[in-house]
């Protein structure tokens, strides 16, 4: 690298600069101007909304890394062409190349694809390095791809931004993505793809990453129908909420499936045995007896006061009006606006026969009539009602389980004391799946473009339902971990869930290569695979990096209090966020020791905690990641439920960097070292 080459890189990056900041003053004074153009008040809303944004996006980004790469084309249609590429479209002027062109621009793709043997008509790629503290351009590498030369994922500068020390919120990988993940970041809008990553593959990164491209790609598309991205908790929502306004797109809508589907506050608490019934598939065929029992077919002829005239709808044809809309097989609410309009139609004809003009007033008269008539075979029923009228009768219930559910499981659902109205219950949190398939029985729901589903592996049969209602028409990235998985109705099978996520045929893809987690951490994550009962291929990692230490600590409690303080203190002597993962259980005890020490902890309190040294329950961890990881007591993670094993499995790779294992009781059989020695790879 010669110092005049690098001159005219710090030039060329100034040049963006100042396109960048003329690019904020312009979205500034359109924000102005917009807000007097639109022609209707939605229009205005949504314009000012979308250059608001806009200009808060590129006002907080000048002075970041402007580009991360550039392309040197010699052969193609591209032949003789120079461009840079970054996060976002930085604009010369009109009629001008852009200076910076977005990481997801078609000629982009060549960034993350070329290769020796196959250039793509690459002269050169040149990757750039950058500091961060200030962010500064430091320097950049060539790889002739022309000439056979590819470093690829031995890329020094790649391996230094992979292996940046984690502090805050998750940040992208535009910089690093990989060929195989490139390729699911790009696939079509229309392709609905199964992810099964190990720990530290970036499933996650990919899957907000096909968000962003897919925006850009389909963007009047999906700007209607929108785009979901479903995480397991506020914690996890928390962590990687910076990646998508990192990369231009903040019109995305994150929650977890919990709060998608609450109706209202959850008061009520149910036995493990409940909650399983009502998150098993079954349910959703108890449900829909449940709700169509209600319908009842006619019994009497309707007769409707029409002026001077009683017009009549003999039973017969009442009854083929309600079982052909029953045949039809749509939401009940639309069924009854159904018959209500067939019945209508009947007695519209039979007045016009009579020369009678039937004009809006009196098809609104007509409907108010046969409406209270509707109410004793069709009759109109909130969520709340159905599901209520099920788990507080036990009749009813028997009659809508009957052959699905054992009478022990209807037993374990069925309320001991039934509330006095469906108003006054207090549901509980697994209720919720229950009332969102009934109001998914009675109507459909809000309908998204594309749902991006993480930790998928952990969503219940029911759970799952209720994103394939929300995603009818759309496309689903599904990523997780088998291996993770430790709900009590964990996915062992990808397939099965994919069908009761409505996308049976789904691509399944496995990433397998980690980028985050360290091999010296992997070897150990990968002996405890065959302890979970899945069949998922081990990890290999890019990582050479990294140190483990297993400490056993003595003098009981006491001991291995003292020893977690001095593995956060010896932790803190390096950069980056540390973390200490627990039990559940014991998260409060190993809190008061740290803090009683001297030592700031931050909890996660369902968000993102802020500070170097979190608490972590390990039933929390899943999907975070820290640079230093002290994990206390395995066996006592392993002890706490059925899933254990995943649990542990899941706090094991949350390390970037080094892990301590600090235990007072017994290690787990298959852990690799015995107590009181430790295993170190090369330390950062």
Not at 30 to 58: C, F, I, M, P, T
Not at 672 to 677: D, E, K, R, V
């Given at each position: 690298?010669?110092?005049?080459?690098?001159?005219?890189?710090?030039?060329?990056?100034?040049?963006?600069?100042?396109?960048?900041?003329?690019?904020?003053?312009?979205?500034?004074?359109?924000?102005?101007?917009?807000?007097?153009?639109?022609?209707?008040?939605?229009?205005?809303?949504?314009?000012?909304?979308?250059?608001?944004?806009?200009?808060?996006?590129?006002?907080?980004?000048?002075?970041?890394?402007?580009?991360?790469?550039?392309?040197?084309?010699?052969?193609?249609?591209?032949?003789?062409?120079?461009?840079?590429?970054?996060?976002?479209?930085?604009?010369?002027?009109?009629?001008?190349?852009?200076?910076?062109?977005?990481w997801r621009a078609p000629v982009s793709r060549v960034f993350y694809?070329?290769?020796?043997?196959?250039?793509?008509?690459?002269?050169?790629?040149?990757?750039?390095?950058?500091?961060?503290?200030?962010?500064?351009?430091?320097?950049?590498?060539?790889?002739?791809?022309?000439?056979?030369?590819?470093?690829?994922?031995?890329?020094?500068?790649?391996?230094?931004?992979?292996?940046?020390?984690?502090?805050?919120?998750?940040?992208?990988?535009?910089?690093?993505?990989?060929?195989?993940?490139?390729?699911?970041?790009?696939?079509?809008?229309?392709?609905?793809?199964?992810?099964?990553?190990?720990?530290?593959?970036?499933?996650?990164?990919?899957?907000?990453?096909?968000?962003?491209?897919?925006?850009?790609?389909?963007?009047?598309?999906?700007?209607?129908?929108?785009?979901?991205?479903?995480?397991?908790?506020?914690?996890?929502?928390?962590?990687?909420?910076?990646?998508?306004?990192?990369?231009?797109?903040?019109?995305?809508?994150?929650?977890?499936?919990?709060?998608?589907?609450?109706?209202?506050?959850?008061?009520?608490?149910?036995?493990?045995?409940?909650?399983?019934?009502?998150?098993?598939?079954?349910?959703?065929?108890?449900?829909?007896r449940a709700l169509y029992a209600r319908v009842t077919a006619p019994?009497?002829?309707?007769?409707?006061?029409?002026?001077?005239?009683?017009?009549?709808?003999?039973?017969?044809?009442?009854?083929?009006?309600?079982?052909?809309?029953?045949?039809?097989?749509?939401?009940?609410?639309?069924?009854?606006?159904?018959?209500?309009?067939?019945?209508?139609?009947?007695?519209?004809?039979?007045?016009?026969?009579?020369?009678?003009?039937?004009?809006?007033?009196?098809?609104?008269?007509?409907?108010?009539?046969?409406?209270?008539?509707?109410?004793?075979?069709?009759?109109?029923?909130?969520?709340?009602?159905?599901?209520?009228?099920?788990?507080?009768?036990?009749?009813?219930?028997?009659?809508?389980?009957?052959?699905?559910?054992?009478?022990?499981?209807?037993?374990?659902?069925?309320?001991?004391?039934?509330?006095?109205?469906?108003?006054?219950?207090?549901?509980?949190?697994?209720?919720?799946?229950?009332?969102?398939?009934?109001?998914?029985?009675?109507?459909?729901?809000?309908?998204?473009?594309?749902?991006?589903?993480?930790?998928?592996?952990?969503?219940?049969?029911?759970?799952?339902?209720?994103?394939?209602?929300?995603?009818?028409?759309?496309?689903?990235?599904?990523?997780?971990?088998?291996?993770?998985?430790?709900?009590?109705?964990?996915?062992?099978?990808?397939?099965?869930?994919?069908?009761?996520?409505?996308?049976?045929?789904?691509?399944?893809?496995?990433?397998?290569?980690?980028?985050?987690?360290?091999?010296?951490?992997?070897?150990?994550?990968?002996?405890?695979?065959?302890?979970?009962?899945?069949?998922?291929?081990?990890?290999?990692?890019?990582?050479?990096?990294?140190?483990?230490?297993?400490?056993?600590?003595?003098?009981?409690?006491?001991?291995?209090?003292?020893?977690?303080?001095?593995?956060?203190?010896?932790?803190?002597?390096?950069?980056?966020?540390?973390?200490?993962?627990?039990?559940?259980?014991?998260?409060?005890?190993?809190?008061?020791?740290?803090?009683?020490?001297?030592?700031?902890?931050?909890?996660?309190?369902?968000?993102?905690?802020?500070?170097?040294?979190?608490?972590?329950?390990?039933?929390?961890?899943?999907?975070?990641?820290?640079?230093?990881?002290?994990?206390?007591?395995?066996?006592?993670?392993?002890?706490?439920?059925?899933?254990?094993?995943?649990?542990?499995?899941?706090?094991?790779?949350?390390?970037?960097?080094?892990?301590?294992?600090?235990?007072?009781?017994?290690?787990?059989?298959?852990?690799?070292?015995?107590?009181?020695?430790?295993?170190?790879?090369?330390?950062?």
């Amino acid at each position: 690298m010669t110092g005049t080459e690098l001159d005219r890189e710090l030039a060329y990056l100034a040049e963006c600069r100042a396109a960048m900041r003329r690019m904020v003053e312009d979205a500034r004074l359109n924000v102005v101007v917009g807000e007097h153009v639109a022609g209707d008040r939605y229009s205005a809303e949504r314009l000012g909304r979308h250059l608001k944004s806009l200009a808060k996006q590129l006002g907080e980004e000048p002075d970041g890394p402007v580009f991360f790469g550039r392309l040197d084309f010699a052969t193609g249609e591209h032949a003789g062409r120079r461009y840079y590429i970054g996060r976002r479209h930085v604009s010369a002027g009109t009629g001008r190349q852009p200076l910076v062109l977005d990481w997801r621009a078609p000629v982009s793709r060549v960034f993350y694809q070329a290769g020796a043997r196959d250039p793509q008509g690459l002269r050169v790629r040149r990757r750039f390095g950058w500091s961060w503290r200030p962010v500064a351009l430091t320097g950049f590498e060539d790889e002739h791809l022309g000439r056979g030369d590819d470093t690829g994922t031995a890329s020094r500068i790649v391996a230094a931004e992979i292996e940046r020390p984690r502090v805050g919120p998750m940040r992208d990988i535009v910089a690093t993505i990989q060929p195989e993940q490139d390729e699911l970041v790009r696939a079509g809008l229309d392709d609905s793809i199964c992810v099964q990553g190990a720990p530290g593959t970036g499933k996650t990164a990919v899957g907000l990453h096909r968000a962003a491209y897919l925006l850009y790609a389909h963007r009047q598309r999906l700007e209607r129908a929108g785009v979901l991205v479903l995480g397991p908790n506020q914690a996890f929502l928390g962590y990687i909420s910076a990646v998508l306004p990192s990369l231009g797109e903040v019109d995305v809508e994150q929650t977890t499936v919990e709060r998608l589907l609450t109706r209202g506050p959850v008061r009520g608490a149910d036995r493990e045995d409940a909650v399983l019934v009502k998150h098993d598939a079954r349910m959703a065929t108890v449900l829909r007896r449940a709700l169509y029992a209600r319908v009842t077919a006619p019994a009497e002829p309707l007769a409707v006061p029409d002026g001077p005239h009683r017009r009549r709808v003999r039973e017969e044809e009442l009854r083929d009006i309600v079982a052909g809309v029953l045949r039809e097989e749509i939401p009940y609410g639309v069924g009854r606006e159904r018959v209500l309009a067939r019945i209508v139609a009947v007695l519209r004809r039979q007045a016009e026969a009579r020369g009678q003009t039937c004009g809006a007033a009196w098809s609104r008269k007509t409907g108010r009539a046969v409406a209270g008539y509707l109410g004793t075979v069709w009759p109109a029923v909130t969520p709340e009602e159905v599901v209520a009228g099920l788990l507080g009768d036990p009749e009813a219930l028997a009659g809508a389980a009957e052959g699905i559910l054992t009478p022990e499981e209807q037993a374990a659902i069925l309320w001991r004391r039934p509330p006095r109205s469906a108003g006054s219950a207090r549901w509980s949190a697994a209720d919720m799946v229950l009332l969102d398939e009934v109001a998914g029985l009675l109507e459909r729901p809000r309908g998204y473009g594309h749902v991006i589903v993480d930790e998928a592996q952990d969503l219940s049969p029911m759970q799952c339902r209720a994103v394939a209602r929300r995603n009818e028409h759309g496309s689903l990235t599904v990523l997780g971990d088998l291996a993770q998985g430790t709900a009590p109705w964990a996915a062992r099978d990808w397939r099965d869930r994919l069908g009761h996520l409505g996308k049976p045929d789904a691509q399944l893809i496995a990433l397998t290569t980690g980028y985050r987690v360290p091999a010296v951490v992997v070897e150990i994550a990968n002996r405890l695979l065959a302890e979970l009962a899945v069949d998922v291929p081990a990890t290999r990692s890019f990582r050479a990096d990294g140190r483990l230490r297993v400490h056993r600590a003595g003098g009981g409690p006491a001991g291995l209090s003292a020893a977690v303080v001095a593995a956060v203190r010896d932790a803190l002597g390096h950069d980056g966020s540390i973390a200490v993962i627990t039990s559940d259980d014991a998260l409060g005890p190993v809190t008061a020791a740290l803090r009683s020490s001297g030592v700031e902890v931050a909890d996660l309190d369902g968000g993102t905690a802020v500070g170097r040294v979190t608490a972590v329950p390990a039933s929390l961890a899943k999907g975070l990641e820290y640079d230093h990881v002290v994990l206390v007591e395995p066996a006592e993670i392993v002890g706490a439920g059925a899933r254990g094993p995943h649990r542990l499995y899941v706090a094991l790779t949350r390390a970037v960097s080094r892990l301590d294992v600090l235990h007072a009781g017994p290690l787990p059989d298959w852990f690799p070292q015995p107590a009181g020695t430790a295993v170190a790879g090369p330390g950062r």
